[in-house]
């Protein structure tokens, strides 16, 4: 069975009509229920690896945002939190573990600020709020390279220096495993053929999101690549700062995903973490 590639291959793939597009999601195991949010421009085949560690005792949700992976685009404004909200709801899920990577992180966070009745738990990897303000210069430089590249229409040039998230400002793309590397670019390519250049922002912001962090009252695990950007790091250690109770670990010598580059060792952090929950009555 392989879970470190194309997990729906194993694992139907069913969707959730939102009212205005279908929302694709993986929806595997049986147990108390865990949601994993994706990182930006991926979509649930980043968490393949965390599968074979989560449903031998975990209900695993994994869906793709609105405009990702398999769910639709946008056709109006919408917010992802309250997309994630509408499928819990139509799960008959609630309060859940909601774990999320870099924007998948946002998510969560925004989710319990404005739906906090449906998280018990929190854990987030590489990210602040959805406010996040970047001053990285590393970031400004691959943000640069990303702009140049789509001005000389450079598809490749552009692919590189997105997925060079992955290996942080410390490691060359080609120090990073080549398979993550593979499975970043594939996801990546997906969901921005799916969109065009010129199609209207319809993403609405939630608001006053720092302000509002010290109402998050559940237990909140940061897990931060060691070698990632010091701003995503930065971040997360000021969510962790923030809340009621939170706190932070490190998977030394990865970057933005260290998820897919030591999965073991992320996954020993994340199930010590759950295991510390209360169980769920019902």
Do not use: C
């Not at 998948?104 to 959805?130: C, K, M, Q, W, Y």
């Not at 009621?244 to 010598?253: S, W």
């Amino acid at each position: 069975m392989t879970y470190s590639d194309s997990p729906e291959q194993t694992f139907d793939l069913r969707s959730f009509d939102s009212g205005h597009g279908r929302l694709a999601y993986l929806d595997a195991g049986t147990g108390e229920p865990l949601v994993l949010l994706h990182g930006g421009l991926l979509d649930r085949r980043s968490w393949a690896d965390q599968l074979p560690a989560l449903l031998p005792e975990y209900r695993v949700i994994a869906p793709d945002t609105r405009g990702h992976g398999a769910s639709d685009n946008a056709g109006r404004p919408f917010r992802p939190a309250d997309d994630l909200a509408d499928l819990l709801r139509h799960l008959g899920l609630g309060p859940v573990t909601v774990i999320g990577l870099s924007m998948g992180g946002t998510i969560a966070l925004d989710l319990a600020l404005e739906h906090p009745e449906l998280v018990r738990a929190l854990v987030i990897s590489g990210n602040g709020t959805s406010e996040s303000e970047f001053t990285d210069p590393w970031l400004g430089e691959l943000a640069a390279h990303q702009t140049a590249a789509l001005a000389e229409g450079d598809a490749e040039a552009w692919l590189d220096s997105f997925t060079s998230l992955a290996s942080g400002p410390h490691r060359r793309l080609d120090e990073v495993d080549p398979e993550v590397v593979r499975r970043l670019k594939e996801m990546t390519r997906s969901t921005v053929a799916k969109h065009t250049p010129d199609e209207p922002q319809y993403l609405v912001p939630v608001t006053d999101t720092w302000k509002r962090l010290t109402g998050i009252t559940v237990p909140l695990l940061a897990i931060n690549g060691g070698i990632d950007s010091v701003d995503h790091i930065n971040l997360a250690e000021r969510v962790v700062r923030t809340v009621v109770e939170g706190r932070a670990v490190i998977v030394e010598g990865t970057g933005h995903y260290p998820n897919m580059e030591r999965p073991e060792e992320f996954n020993s952090h994340l199930l010590g973490f759950l295991r510390t929950l209360p169980t769920l009555r019902g």
